[in-house]
């Protein structure tokens, strides 16, 4: 049952020239679509979990969909996370709901607001064996509008809002983070940019220095497939605008920097609307949801293998190592598990 933290994974990632895919879940044909995609490529990978998908699936559902996955593919190195946690509290209960790794994100909050709640929330996860991530600077697309800024004044002053470097050495020291999101210019949702697409990879070249081996996660990392975004316009939708990281600037992220762990949702969304759209379209009778969601499906399942591929994040065919890794460190799985 190789259900681990992320140590194990970023351990190898860090400068193994791949990173983990950190895929959202939300329904049993998401969650399908990305375990069966990673059993072909013998993939590790991190399922994650929002607030926002505890609260639509019930996280009873998804939870025992998640054990099924695990159940059904035993020779997959799986971390189970929390994405975007917010509370004290919520990291608690994902640690007893057998979460293995936990994101509290504090970034929106005053700087030592955000020490002080990640340095708790770190103690609470480190007590039971959950590794932790935090997030320092703003990414645009959802995280502008806490703060009350339009997504044009967000990349106006866009400088401002990345992760400062030095800001970024003291909160890991403070707080004992094991991984750090950085803010390089990716933002969530699938109108990334308006104009051309580009990562500041001056800054973490110097988040690198000045906090050396400490693996960094990149939030706001779908490509917006056009292939996805054609077959929606084609079919009744209206996303003329949308844009994402184009997949050679994750893949350089992945192969020459400290990037371990890279978050994808939207293009998940993107490719179950896109098919559902297209049978809805093409078959106006159809109303047998297998016979729409099977296709959407088998998209996520096509696209998330060329994510896990070389020209991506370079994780297919780690899953053995990453495994031994893990053997490596005495197999610690979280206390819930009955074992440090
Ligand atoms: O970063 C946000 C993720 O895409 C999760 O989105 O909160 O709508 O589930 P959600
Ligand atoms: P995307 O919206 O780019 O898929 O980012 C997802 C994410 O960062 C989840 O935390
Ligand atoms: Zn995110």
């Not at 609260?55 to 998640?66: G, T, V």
């Not at 054990?67 to 929390?82: F, G």
């Not at 497939?225 to 893949?251: C, R, S, T």
Request: hydrophobic share 40%; charged share 25%.
């Amino acid at each position: 049952m190789p259900l681990m933290t992320t140590k194990p994974m970023f351990d190898l990632a860090y400068d193994g020239g791949f990173a983990i895919g950190a895929f959202n879940v939300n329904n049993m044909e998401i969650t399908q679509g990305i375990i069966e995609a990673c059993a072909v490529e013998k993939s590790p990978l991190i399922l994650q979990v929002s607030k926002g998908a505890r609260k639509y699936a019930n996280y009873r559902y998804l939870r025992h969909i998640i054990a099924a996955a695990v159940e059904e593919h035993p020779e997959l190195p799986i971390a189970i996370h929390l994405d975007h946690g917010d509370t004290v509290d919520l990291v608690q209960t994902c640690v007893s709901d057998g979460f293995t790794s936990v994101m509290i994100d504090g970034s929106h909050h005053p700087y030592e607001e955000n020490v002080a709640l990640c340095k708790k929330a770190t103690e609470v996860a480190h007590a039971n064996g959950v590794t932790v991530e935090a997030e320092l600077g703003m990414l645009g697309g959802i995280e502008e509008d806490v703060v009350g800024l339009n997504a044009e004044e967000y990349q106006k002053n866009i400088e401002k809002f990345l992760t400062d470097p030095q800001q970024a050495a003291d909160f890991s020291k403070r707080t004992g983070i094991d991984s750090l999101a950085v803010a390089i210019g990716t933002s969530h949702g699938a109108y990334k940019f308006k104009h051309e697409a580009t990562l500041a990879f001056n800054r973490v070249e110097q988040i690198m220095k000045t906090c050396p081996g400490l693996p960094l996660v990149m939030h706001g990392s779908s490509s917006v497939p056009q292939e996805f975004i054609d077959l929606i316009n084609k079919y009744g939708g209206a996303m003329p605008n949308a844009k994402g990281v184009p997949e050679d600037q994750i893949n350089m992220a992945v192969k020459k920097y400290g990037v371990c762990k890279v978050n994808i949702d939207t293009d998940l969304r993107l490719a179950l609307t896109a098919k559902i759209r297209e049978v809805f379209a093409t078959k106006p009778a159809e109303f047998d949801p297998r016979n729409y969601l099977g296709p959407g499906r088998e998209a996520i399942i096509s696209m998330v293998r060329r994510k896990v591929g070389p020209t991506v994040l370079n994780s297919a065919g780690k899953a053995d190592a990453v495994i031994k890794q893990w053997e490596k460190l005495g197999k610690p799985l979280p206390a819930y598990y009955g074992r440090k």
